[in-house]
């Protein structure tokens, strides 16, 4: 197995590193702070100016669509290539937008390159790979165990030439940014009669079709995560043309899983630049802070939790170029059990280094003064978005089983 990265890919992400460095996380803190200003759900002219100033000099530069690994349009890196650069990007707020590498707008780009008509990939997909618009996965309900997906309800029947919607998503997120003008819908299409994984189906609608109506943002541990949003939407007597339907009726499953396996694993990677940039913060605090006459590092377990947290970062990068390795062979079958470990292993660390970092911090470890209360909300979410981890450890387990029995598990 190859964990290594080509000479030419390693100096573009040297060129990545030094952006983030000197001109995107210089930046951070002043782009949260405008969400504060008039309205939390439109962009203030400073934060357009912050965020489109960067994508500009991004793209102009070539730092542009890494994630697409396996297309003409992108820069042709592997998946454990990419495994690198995600992290770097994971390390500031800001950074995977900026490189037009973020969530849930990569697997979406990644649906409509692999599944899309050329329509779709016109009025949709041209728009998201240049930065200029951005996009929501609509899959989960309030009403339904979604981490069964099987369970997924939202009913879509056709009319012509058209499939009416009626039901409600909550968790899109990045529904609640102005520039979202697409969704990617889960939808149920089969009756009882039909085979349970062959009962669901994709289709894209436009977000300004009429009848959908926004009700409110989701809020995690207290935060809206404006003007992202993680929204609760109604579909009503939804219309939408057939042709929007993804690789016809019954094919949902299939595309999910080959939108979400990549997905998983960029969240992973971004979580470990996460945990990165708290053990950094983390050091930083230990020798600099002084209390009872000495340099925190020296006092109680602290050396024993920064030696911790350096061997824990360490184990879960190796598994997720692994699971990355595996992606790249082209068999998701293989790759799957991998998927679900690093999905269950990477929040939990990036969690514990988080945690242990705002510890040394004390009070302010919690507070706005730094970023490890914003990083903690955003990687404890990590643990239920795409599957939370006892789903994953059960397939894990049946994985694992399946080596001692032909019994069906």
């Not at 990265?5 to 983030?20: F, T």
């Not at 009429?210 to 995690?220: A, D, N, Q, T, Y």
């Not at 939408?240 to 997905?263: D, H, K, Y």
């Amino acid at each position: 197995m190859d964990f290594g990265i080509r000479a030419e890919n390693r100096k573009l992400l040297d060129r990545v590193i030094a952006m983030i460095d000197t001109e995107i996380a210089p930046l951070q803190d002043e782009y949260e702070g405008e969400v504060a200003k008039g309205d939390r759900w439109q962009y203030t002219d400073r934060q357009a100016e912050i965020l489109e100033g960067l994508k500009a000099k991004a793209k102009a530069a070539g730092l542009w669509n890494f994630w697409l690994t396996d297309g003409d349009r992108g820069l042709g890196l592997s998946t454990v290539e990419y495994a690198y650069f995600a992290e770097e990007m994971g390390r500031v707020g800001l950074a995977a937008e900026v490189f037009n590498c973020s969530a849930p707008d990569t697997g979406n780009m990644e649906v409509f390159h692999k599944y899309g008509t050329d329509a779709m990939k016109t009025q949709w997909l041209e728009p998201l790979l240049q930065g200029q618009i951005r996009s929501a996965y609509l899959m989960t309900e309030p009403d339904v165990a979604s981490s069964d997906a099987t369970n997924v309800s939202m009913s879509c029947v056709r009319d012509g030439d058209h499939y009416v919607l009626n039901g409600e998503k909550w968790w899109a997120s990045g529904a609640g940014d102005p520039r979202c003008k697409v969704y990617i819908v889960m939808v149920k299409t089969g009756g009882e009669d039909t085979a349970k994984h062959q009962r669901h189906s994709m289709i894209v609608v436009d977000a300004a079709t009429p009848g959908i109506e926004v009700l409110r943002p989701m809020h995690v541990y207290g935060a809206d995560d404006a003007p992202h949003g993680h929204m609760h939407i109604r579909f009503t007597d939804v219309r939408v043309p057939a042709e929007n339907m993804l690789l016809g009726e019954g094919r949902g499953f299939e595309i999910s899983q080959g939108r979400l396996g990549p997905g998983r694993i960029h969240h992973c990677m971004r979580a470990i630049g996460q945990a990165e940039s708290a053990l950094t913060l983390m050091c930083k605090r230990a020798l600099e802070r002084e209390a009872f006459g000495k340099p925190l590092a020296s006092l109680g377990a602290n050396y024993d939790i920064i030696a911790e947290a350096r061997m824990e970062i360490e184990q879960a990068r190796l598994l997720c170029l692994k699971a990355a390795w595996y992606m790249d062979q082209g068999d998701a079958r293989a790759a799957a059990p991998w998927i679900s470990m690093i999905k269950t292993v990477a929040p939990r660390m990036a969690l514990k280094v988080i945690d242990e970092a705002a510890q040394m911090f004390g009070a302010m470890g919690i507070s706005q003064d730094t970023p490890l209360a914003s990083k903690w909300i955003h990687v404890r979410t990590l643990r239920l978005a795409d599957g939370p981890d006892a789903v994953h450890r059960r397939q894990i387990a049946r994985t694992e089983l399946r080596k001692y029995t032909q019994e069906r598990i």
